[in-house]
């Protein structure tokens, strides 16, 4: 009869450690992403790294002094010197923002974004392609659906406007304009 207590007590500690483990936790405080107070992979709430944090989702506040991670998801706002994701809905701030989904403002020196649904704010801004606007010195994209504001805007293709002192849309009859530049198909 003590066996199976016993074995009955430890499946349910191991089954309540198993389900505490696939439930997001609500804060995170890391010094780097080997050292953290959680060890699960997703935060609702705030992931706080005092050097560095990386997740595989965050929903809610992102922030490392030096670097900020998401691997997966994050929705909500990413604060540090470097901040990275795939796929990112909110607001991005740091000196240099990387992402491959984006939809949100992202304001930094430089931005690199593959797919851009918003606002690219920074020195230099390189995206994939936009559908918003981008505002910067130079602005570098693939593609635009919307507005490049800057000294340089350049763009393979566009459907919109460029304003600054040199605007390229190279697929366009007249590729190269100084001060407005546009297209639209």
């Known amino acids: 009869m003590l066996k199976k207590i016993t074995v009955l007590f430890s499946l349910v500690f191991v089954a309540g450690a198993v389900m505490a483990e696939e439930k997001p936790g609500h804060f995170n405080l890391s010094l780097l992403p080997s050292i953290q107070t959680?060890?699960?992979?997703?935060?609702?709430?705030?992931d706080l790294g005092l050097l560095a944090t990386s997740k595989s989702r965050v929903e809610g506040v992102?922030?490392?002094?030096?670097?900020?991670?998401?691997?997966?998801t994050s929705i909500g706002l990413q604060l540090a010197l470097v901040a990275k994701s795939e796929d990112f809905y909110?607001?991005?701030?740091?000196?240099?923002?990387?992402?491959?989904?984006?939809?949100?403002?992202a304001s930094g020196f430089i931005n690199m974004l593959d797919d851009t649904d918003g606002l690219a704010s920074g020195f230099i801004n390189s995206c994939g392609r936009v559908r918003g606007v981008m505002y910067g010195a130079v602005n570098v994209a693939d593609e635009v659906r919307g507005v490049q504001l800057g000294f340089v805007n350049?763009?393979?293709?566009m459907s919109g406007i460029q304003i600054g002192l040199v605007n390229i849309i190279s697929r366009s009859s007249l590729p190269v304009m100084v001060i407005v530049n546009g297209r639209f198909k």
């Open 154 to 157: 350049y763009t393979k293709d």
């Open 90 to 105: 909110g607001m991005k701030y740091g000196f240099v923002n990387i992402g491959r989904n984006f939809c949100g403002e």
């Open 62 to 72: 992102q922030t490392g002094f030096v670097f900020a991670n998401t691997r997966e």
């Open 38 to 46: 959680s060890s699960n992979p997703a935060v609702e709430g705030l």
